[in-house]
């Protein structure tokens, strides 16, 4: 009998114990992360007919994009996913929420490429930095201002400071991806001299059709 209620014993420990025990599956998206900045410099602006330039970004979409993570969005032209292409987005300062992300007709299952020119006015340092949910990149001059790629609710990115010597017009690219739930995507700079972040304005974006 004390063999038998010893070994109900602790058997009854280990399932406290697996109970008590922390769940690893799966992460938490939504905790907070804090993000070293990003410094950047030595970048030059293109020479562009301005002529030529559109207003906005052009965009490409990638639909039925369940993945978590921006690595996975298609970068040498083959693609699983269903490419569109899409007319120009003129501005990044949405807060989606549960509604159609841009103009692809579905608000889940979305990634995008958007590219184009960052007209800059001034020079000095400037900083940058993304509301987004979920996963947001962003380069400027081929290098990367802002890194936040994998799927989380909605939060900040890390502050890019980018080093501006010349005016002019800087290539830009931005990728993007809502998987399911809620959609937002900010992107906000500090210009040199103000002392806050704010919606980089619709005027700022432009592309060659």
Known sequence: MRTNMGSNWLLALGVLCLLAAPLHAAKDFSKPVEYAPIHV?????????????????????????????????????????????????????????????????????VA??????????????????????????????????????????????????????KAGHYPLMVEYFQRKGTAALKLFWKTPGSDKFVPIPAHAYVHLP
């Not at 807060?95 to 579905?106: A, D, L, S």
Request: proline share 4%; glycine share 10%; charged share 25%.
């Open 112 to 165: 995008l490429r958007m590219q184009g020119y960052l007209v800059v006015k001034d020079t000095g340092d400037f900083e940058f930095q993304a509301l987004s949910n979920d996963g947001v990149i962003v380069r400027m001059g081929g290098k990367t201002v802002i890194s936040d790629p994998e799927q989380h609710s909605d939060r900040l990115s890390n502050v890019g400071h980018v080093t501006i010597d």
């Open 41 to 109: 410099g030595d970048i030059e602006p293109e020479i562009v007919s301005l002529e030529q330039l559109s207003r906005g970004l052009s965009v490409v979409y990638y639909l039925e994009f369940f993945e978590r993570h921006l690595d996975q969005i298609p970068r040498n032209g083959s693609s699983t996913f269903i490419k569109k292409t899409g007319p120009p987005v003129f501005e990044l300062n949405h807060q989606f929420g549960k509604e159609e992300v841009f103009q692809t007709g579905t608000n889940r299952g």
